[in-house]
Structure formats: structure tokens, C-alpha cells
């Protein structure tokens, strides 16, 4: 290997017409380094050096303050670029619906965005598209929330739309029947995709009879029976004052905000707190359950084998997350990925993972074949669960590789100011600790190797869990037979 060049080198570059640019390439480049018998190593092939523990926001960027009507207000200033993102957050979303109007928290955030105060559909398109901002309203299972992002310049239009659309929304009967159809249309087109049956299945095989067990956007009979007054109805019980937080990030300053939130929010009337998620059974589900959901069509099957995981809020999900990170959370160095992917060649991809809630979510392990490997890979992938549960736990060199992925990809995710208010906004929700990110690093690297393993043990359940396959029952059921009784799931069955 060649190492930098020498300096007299380096000099004599600065003649040729690409000479600076080159110069700082090799500047930049990482030095080489040699082992003790004097042979040279590429940077790659050294540890990598060990990250710094500073603030994720930096002293007196960050204001926290509390409206008389209990809304949460955070305040981040950053001032590189002329624009700013700002929201309202309520801290209930889907996972607080009953099963009977499963899918309304999603309606309910379309109609939203679909007129507002003065303007209808149209107009309050047009008003945040003149100013090349842009408007959202979204829902997912512990929040609902509505977000507008723009240019500093236009800071008054954008906190018009953003107090309309948080303060007044017109639940328009015509635009209600419109997004009920649209609605009702996209869960049609999603009964032609494979992942999302199996995604489906899984959660009403681990689930039922909890809103759990249905998708996020509902199903055709409980979308069918929504309207504009159920979907005002749900806005009324969660969009109060004290179940809310206002939040915004970039080229605004601190003073100035707090007046126009006061302005625009003060008078908002608090009212009683929504009842939160109710617990899903646990443990889900009490026995291996083998489901097959038959697509005759199909040539690659979809594989899910899934059990429950733990709350957003588990004192141990960093131990969670890491022992995950060796198994299949982790990419091309997973165990899964290596042994399933790269010594077996059945599959393309897999990878696990814990979906963190208020309540517990599912732990999952995904990946497609070709379906007279089902079997194979279906075997494969509860040996490896199964070792890493019991016979061959988590190794150093795996934990360290785990906790470093961890921490880079930690600060690469809080690369911009309106990523950091995120995080900071996931925490007020779920009501974890105000400095979670400044001490995620040093937690990760507390993680000992035996809390690792301990991890594994306590929360994979491979014995238990749900095997869900979507292809071809013909030549699945009998393929599958063995790891316990086989049940078949027409697709009609999801369209009910």
C-alpha cells in the first residue's frame, strides 16, 4: 500500500492546474498506519476513533416553556438557513381508537389538510403552495400531529395555516366522502401487495381482538362506516391544549416566537385528557401459530416470524436495540443478514427489529425466497433466533460492532435542526427523560456484555412465535408442516 506523499511531493502538485484540489484530497486522505511487523493498513481496517461526547443542542439553542392552557412549547434555534419547520404534536394517535373505527386517526389527519378556517381544500392548498411551503397531517399509533415547514421570510403565513389547520378544521361533509372513497380505494390496491398481506396477517395473529390487530389505516368495513362527524368527533377528544405540543425549529428567534404562540394558541381551551392505549395481551402469542396467507401467484414467499417486543419506554431498549443490531438489525453485518443471506443465498434481504409503542409492540423478523426454499429459511432463521437466546449469545466483537453502528448512526440521524426537534418531540410524547439524546451515546457504551445476553434470553421467544408465509398454499402447507398446526388465510378474509 502507498502511503501520503511526502511533502516536497505534495508541493510540486500545486504547478498542475488540479494541484490545490489534489493537494487537499491527499491532505485529507487517512494516514496509513503500520502493524509491528512494519507491513502498512488502510484506514479501514483500524478501529474507528471514538466518538465525541458533546450536547446534541448546543448551549442556549433549546427553549422549553409552558402555556397557562398546558401546551408543551419547544423552542430550537438555528439560524444557518432562512427556514423553519414548526408543528403541533397530540400525544394519542392510532393505538387509542377502538377496534370498530380502526382507521379513523388516519382519516381523521386526511380531512384535516382538506380545509381550514376561511379556506376550503383548495384554497388552503393553494396558500401554502404560493409560499413553497409545505403542509402536513399525519397519524401514527401513540400521536397525531400537523406540520408546516417554510422560509423564515413567510413566518406569519405559515403560522395562519398551522393555527387553522391545528384550531379550525372545517370537516367539509363532500371533502369527508371523497377521502372516505380515496381511502377505501387504497386499502384495495393494497390487497395486490405481498409484504403488506404479510405485515396484516402478522399483526392479527399476534393481536387479535386489540387495535393492535388491524392495520393503522383500518380495514374496508370499519373505513366504510366513517364520516365527517366521527372524524370532528376524534378531534375534539384529542386536540386539547394540554394534550399538545408546539414546536419549532430554525431562523426564528426565541422572543418573538413565544409572542406569536401566545397569540395564536393562548386562548386554546384545555379539556379532559383522552384515555391512553389499552395493554395488548401479553405474552402474544401463547403458542407457535403457523399461517399461511395463499397467493397461488406468487413465486417468491414472504416470510414473518414475529412475537411481542417491549414499550417505548423499557428501562432495557438500548440493551434491546443492540442485541437486535447483532442479530438482523444491523445490515450486512448481522447474523441473520450473513448467515440467510450470504452463506445460504435464500433471500436478498432480512433483517429484524423491535416496533416501539406506548404499549408493546411487535418484535420481527422479515425476509422473502424463493418458495420451495420456504422451509429452509424458515428453519434457518429460528436456529439463529434460537442461538442467539440461548447457545451462542452475543460475542465482544459483535457488541462492539453493535455499539459503534449505534452511536454513528445515531449523529447521522440528528444531522439537521428540524431532525433534532423530532427527537426531542418523541421524547415529550412518550414522556422519556428531557436529556435522552445527550446521554444516548455514554448509555450505549454502558451496555455490558452480559446485559446483552440477558437481553436476548429474556425478550426472544423463537419456541412461541408466529410463522406467517405468503405465497402458494398448494406447495406451502405441506412444506411448513411440522412446526405446528397450519392455518390458510384467503385474501378475501382482509378485504372484510
Known amino acids: 500500500m502507498t502511503c501520503s506523499p511526502r511533502p516536497s511531493a505534495a508541493a510540486g502538485l500545486l504547478s498542475h ?17 503500520r502493524d509491528g511487523g512494519g507491513a502498512a493498513k488502510p484506514a479501514w481496517e483500524l478501529p474507528p476513533p471514538p466518538a465525541r461526547e458533546t450536547p446534541v443542542v448546543q448551549p442556549g439553542a433549546l427553549t422549553r416553556l409552558r402555556l397557562e392552557n398546558g401546551m408543551h412549547l419547544l423552542i430550537l434555534e438555528d439560524h444557518s438557513l432562512p427556514r423553519v419547520v414548526m408543528g403541533v404534536k397530540v400525544r394519542r394517535g ?15 389527519s386526511e380531512l384535516m389538510k382538506r380545509g381550514a378556517g376561511a379556506r376550503d381544500a383548495l384554497q388552503l392548498a393553494l396558500a401554502v403552495d404560493e409560499i413553497g411551503a409545505s403542509l402536513s397531517v399525519n397519524a401514527g399509533w401513540d400521536a397525531m400531529g400537523v406540520g408546516v415547514a417554510g422560509l423564515s421570510r413567510d413566518l406569519d403565513r405559515l403560522v395562519d395555516v398551522l393555527a387553522d389547520v391545528t384550531l ?10 371523497r377521502a372516505r372513497g380515496e381511502h377505501l380505494a387504497a386499502l384495495t390496491k393494497a390487497l395486490d401487495d405481498p409484504a403488506t398481506l404479510l405485515r396484516w396477517q402478522m399483526a392479527r395473529s399476534l393481536y387479535g381482538g386489540h387495535r393492535y390487530g388491524l392495520p393503522i ?26 394534550n399538545a405540543i408546539l414546536y419549532v425549529a430554525g431562523d426564528v428567534d426565541r422572543d418573538d416566537w413565544v409572542a406569536r404562540a401566545e397569540a395564536a394558541f393562548g386562548s386554546w381551551s384545555p379539556g379532559e385528557l383522552p384515555p391512553a392505549s389499552p395493554p395488548p395481551p401479553n405474552p402474544t ?7 399461511v396467507v395463499d397467493r397461488p401467484d406468487l413465486v417468491q414467499a414472504r416470510i414473518g416470524i414475529s412475537h411481542e417486543g417491549i414499550r417505548r419506554t423499557d428501562p432495557e ?47 420481527t423478523v422479515s425476509t422473502f425466497t424463493r418458495v420451495p426454499e420456504a422451509r429452509e429459511a424458515v428453519d434457518l432463521i429460528l436456529q439463529i433466533v434460537e442461538e442467539m437466546h440461548g447457545a451462542q449469545p452475543p460475542t465482544r466483537d459483535e457488541l462492539d460492532r453493535a455499539k459503534s453502528y ?21 421524547l415529550d410524547i412518550h414522556g422519556l427523560p428531557e436529556d435522552s439524546l445527550d446521554t444516548y451515546r455514554s448509555r450505549v457504551r454502558a451496555v455490558t456484555l452480559e446485559q446483552a445476553a440477558g437481553i436476548a434470553g429474556k425478550l426472544l421467544h423463537p419456541e412461541r412465535a408466529a410463522i406467517v408465509v405468503a405465497g402458494p398454499a398448494d406447495a406451502l402447507v405441506p412444506a411448513l408442516e411440522g412446526l405446528g398446526p397450519v392455518e390458510v388465510v384467503e385474501i378475501e378474509a382482509f378485504a372484510e
Not at 379550525?168 to 366522502?177: L, N, S
Open 94 to 108: 392510532a393505538g387509542s381508537v377502538g377496534l370498530e373505527q380502526a382507521g379513523l386517526a388516519s382519516y381523521t
Open 17 to 33: 492546474p488540479m494541484g490545490l484540489a489534489l493537494t487537499l484530497v491527499l491532505a485529507l486522505a487517512p494516514a496509513c498506519a
Open 317 to 363: 431498549r438500548i440493551q434491546a436495540d443492540l442485541m437486535n443490531k447483532i442479530l438482523g438489525g444491523s445490515g450486512f453485518s448481522s447474523r441473520l443478514m450473513v448467515r440467510v443471506r450470504s452463506d445460504a443465498g435464500l433471500t436478498y434481504s432480512i433483517g429484524s427489529g423491535f416496533s416501539l409503542r406506548r404499549e408493546p409492540g411487535p418484535f
Open 406 to 426: 449505534a452511536v454513528g448512526s445515531f449523529g447521522l440521524g440528528l444531522e439537521t435542526s428540524a431532525a433534532v426537534m423530532a427527537g426531542l418531540v418523541s
Open 285 to 291: 402469542p401463547s403458542e407457535r401459530r403457523v399461517v
Open 168 to 177: 379550525r378544521p372545517r370537516f367539509d361533509v363532500g371533502e369527508a366522502e
Open 217 to 242: 389505516d383500518g380495514t374496508q368495513a370499519t373505513v366504510a362506516a366513517l364520516d365527517a362527524a366521527a372524524a370532528q368527533a376524534l378531534y375534539a377528544r384529542y386536540f386539547v391544549p394540554n
